[in-house]
């Protein structure tokens, strides 16, 4: 069998603070193949930003092996783009030199730079609004500039936190069906954080649940339903109601852990 793009091996993460040391990981094992489309549910506080920064290199496990093509992860690298629930735009740039800047980075050839941003631009709708600086955009336009920005790099790996998490339902599903249509083209890894149990039937080809804290795995499940997927389906639903009785139950132990104001071991 081919070797999985992402390997988490026995994963762990400690944050030690003078407060005293949070075990916000443990033993977090999975297997990732090329041009999955992996969600990570779970409530607030149970580690999946945490697991997609070790991932990402921008916090590095402190146990266990994060491996990306069979590569220790030990920094952040162009294999893994990220993109982020507040919009990590340079507000100082348009929206075409946004998309363009990891390409200007990699000191890419002026023609293709252009010639990529501009189909990228297409691609994700944007055209018109090339010119624009972020503070002129919408919340739905602005995650559409950061999709393409990582787009530009052509990274194989997308890491996703909470991407569409401050937008509005309407426009959330339009982003969602456009990060569907693009990862089926693209046939990009994707790595998905969210808290919506709806979003993440809705995209995902899996998704993993995590416990709350220490974040362990929970519930890894493939989600076969046909797309694009009708959320009032009793497939839907009955997904949907197995992942929420995980869900709650996690819920349930944060609210316990901070009405004590204790760590839920
Ligand atoms: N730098 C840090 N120092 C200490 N504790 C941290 C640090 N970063 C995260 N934590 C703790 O680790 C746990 C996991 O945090 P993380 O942000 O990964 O959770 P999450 O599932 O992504 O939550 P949310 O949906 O709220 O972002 C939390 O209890 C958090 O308080």
Redesign the pocket.
């Known amino acids: 069998m081919a070797e999985p793009q992402i390997r988490i091996a026995h994963a762990g993460k400690v944050?030690t603070?003078a407060g005293g040391d949070?075990e916000?990981l443990r033993d977090i094992n999975m297997d990732i193949p090329a041009g999955q489309f992996v969600c990570l549910l779970?409530p607030?506080?149970?580690?999946?930003?945490?697991l997609l920064n070790a991932v990402a290199g921008f916090s590095l496990a402190s146990s266990g092996q994060v491996l990306v093509d069979g590569k220790p992860v030990t920094d952040t690298g162009p294999d893994r783009g990220m993109v982020f629930q507040e919009y990590a735009l340079f507000p100082w740039m348009t929206v075409a030199q946004n998309i363009g800047f990891g390409l200007q980075i990699r000191k890419t050839p002026a023609a293709t730079i252009k010639q990529t941003v501009e189909g990228l631009l297409e691609t994700l709708r944007l055209t018109e609004f090339k010119d624009r600086f972020p503070k002129d955009l919408s919340g739905g336009m602005r995650q559409r500039v950061a999709i393409a920005r990582i787009l530009a790099l052509d990274s194989p790996i997308m890491l996703m936190d909470e991407p569409f998490g401050a937008l509005d339902a309407l426009t959330r599903r339009s982003l969602q069906d456009e990060l569907l249509k693009i990862q089926a083209a693209l046939k990009k890894t994707v790595l998905f954080?969210t808290?919506s149990i709806e979003e993440s039937i809705y995209l995902a080809d899996r998704i993993i649940a995590l416990s709350y804290?220490p974040?362990t795995v929970k519930l890894d499940i493939a989600v076969d339903l046909p797309r694009p997927r009708d959320a009032s389906s009793a497939e839907f639903n009955a997904l949907k109601r197995q992942l929420s009785e995980v869900v709650m139950h996690e819920q349930q132990r944060h609210q316990e852990a901070e009405v004590r104001g204790l760590t839920v071991d």
């Open positions: 944050f603070s949070v916000a779970g607030s506080g149970c580690g999946k930003s945490t954080v808290h804290r974040g």
